[in-house]
């Protein structure tokens, strides 16, 4: 089962939230399992001042994005490239083996958000993927494009699938 650490970063994750003018911005998840991670960087000097995260998943996925934010937070990019999936879980005291692949997501979107950081310090510019446009496939009832999912008839009111955190687009 999982550890203290593990419930105690569950139930009290640090470094919650978004920064608005992030200097790196690094985003992962698989929509299948439902774990979306996205992980901002504030870079002073090569040195990461700042660091948060917004997770969308199990409570493995939050645990994971609080320590790997208590464990880049202070370090130089160098520092932080160098955290992996095995010392976030180690850190962790252990991940159960069927949530071992949440541990992969917080180390990959951290080496997003330092690519992203890079990638805007030499002006190379990202194109953002688009999203994928809503659409009827099954007569009148809305499906997820993501996950296939049926859509609640509410859904402009919340333009998000609950079964996959993806954001929907309503154009249809």
Request: glycine letters at 6%; proline letters at 4%.
């Amino acid at each position: 089962m999982y550890s203290e650490t593990v419930k105690d970063h569950f139930k009290n994750p640090r470094n919650v939230g978004e920064i608005k003018d992030a200097d790196g911005v690094g985003e992962v998840g698989n929509p299948v399992c439902g774990d979306i991670m996205t992980i901002f960087l504030k870079v002073e000097q090569d040195r990461i001042e700042d660091i948060k995260f917004l997770t969308f998943g199990c409570g493995a996925a939050i645990a994971v994005s609080s320590m790997l934010t208590e464990m880049a937070k202070g370090k130089t990019l160098e520092e932080a490239k160098k955290i992996t999936n095995k010392d976030v879980a180690q850190a962790l005291e252990d991940l159960p083996k069927n949530k071992l692949h949440c541990s992969n997501l917080g180390a990959d979107a951290l080496q997003m958000a330092i690519k992203d950081y890079e990638d805007r310090k030499t002006g190379k510019v990202r194109v953002k993927p688009e999203a994928e446009k809503h659409e009827h496939t099954h007569g009148d009832t809305c499906y997820c494009p993501y996950c296939d999912a049926e859509l609640p008839s509410d859904i402009e009111e919340k333009p998000f699938c609950a079964n996959c955190g993806q954001a929907v687009e309503l154009e249809h």
